[in-house]
T-cell receptor
Framework: NAGVMQNPRHLVRRRGQEARLRCSPM?????VYWYRQLPEEGLKFMVY????????ESGMPKERFSAEFPKEGPSILRIQQVVRGDSAAYFC?????????????????FGPGTRLTVT | GIQVEQSPPDLILQEGANSTLRCNFS?????LQWFHQNPWGQLINLFY???GTKQNGRLSATTVATERYSLLYISSSQTTDSGVYFC???????????FGQGTTLQVKP
């Protein structure tokens, strides 16, 4: 059973360019979460999506950042006009999202992350 | 919002030693997970443990939800256990995980 896939693993962008980060959830998972880990900081929640819906984007900066999880294809985190402060590791997680008898259904599994460097 | 505090922040052990990591949280939670972030940055699921006790090899975890804390036990530590251990909780029915600041563990040979 393939895990959560993220690409690219490393991304270098110049200030002002756009960054697109992709996440393919585990097979059968319909809930996707994005987190950001800034240097020397812990992980911070950004956005929670289900297929074609944004459930909670309370952790995402209001400007320049957007996320989607289309009916077909991976989830995309898009950062427009990147600045040096956007340099971080971006992690995607997925879950089945259904509270049920099995812990497995609700547990979040993380991808390997995309390390964004803005020069 | 909910606060998650982990202790100790840093821990150095000799190979073979045992340790206990603690996670306190300030409000009731739906879920609690422990992760190990290895030196390559990957987040490895250790336990999904909103309550009770679980064991997996040399690792075990206990969550006492009514007292709002969880403990991660590492026995007979190995150098490969080095890295950062994160506790993360999900406030009720929100879906999102709130992470503690982590415990950085270094196991020396």
């Amino acid at each position: 059973n393939a895990g959560v896939m993220q690409n690219p693993r490393h991304l270098v962008r110049r200030r002002g360019q756009e960054a697109r980060l992709r996440c393919s959830p585990m097979k059968g998972h319909s809930h996707v979460y994005w987190y950001r880990q800034l240097p020397e900081e812990g992980l911070k929640f950004m956005v929670y999506l289900q297929k074609e819906n944004i459930i909670d984007e309370s952790g995402m900066p209001k400007e320049r950042f957007s996320a989607e999880f289309p009916k077909e294809g991976p989830s995309i985190l898009r950062i427009q006009q990147v600045v040096r402060g956007d340099s971080a590791a971006y992690f995607c997680a997925s879950s089945d999202g259904l509270a049920g008898a099995s812990d497995f259904l609700y547990e979040q599994y993380f991808g390997p992350g995309t390390r964004l460097t803005v020069t | 919002g909910i606060q998650v505090e982990q202790s100790p922040p840093d821990l150095i052990l000799q190979e073979g030693a045992n340790s206990t990591l603690r996670c306190n949280f300030s409000d009731s939670v739906n879920n609690l997970q422990w992760f190990h972030q290895n030196p390559w940055g990957q987040l490895i699921n250790l336990f999904y443990i909103p309550s009770g006790t679980k064991q997996n090899g040399r690792l075990s975890a206990t969550t006492v939800a009514t007292e709002r804390y969880s403990l991660l036990y590492i026995s007979s530590s190995q150098t490969t256990d080095s890295g950062v251990y994160f506790c993360a909780v999900e406030p009720s029915n929100t879906g999102k995980l709130i992470f503690g600041q982590g415990t950085t563990l270094q196991v020396k040979p």
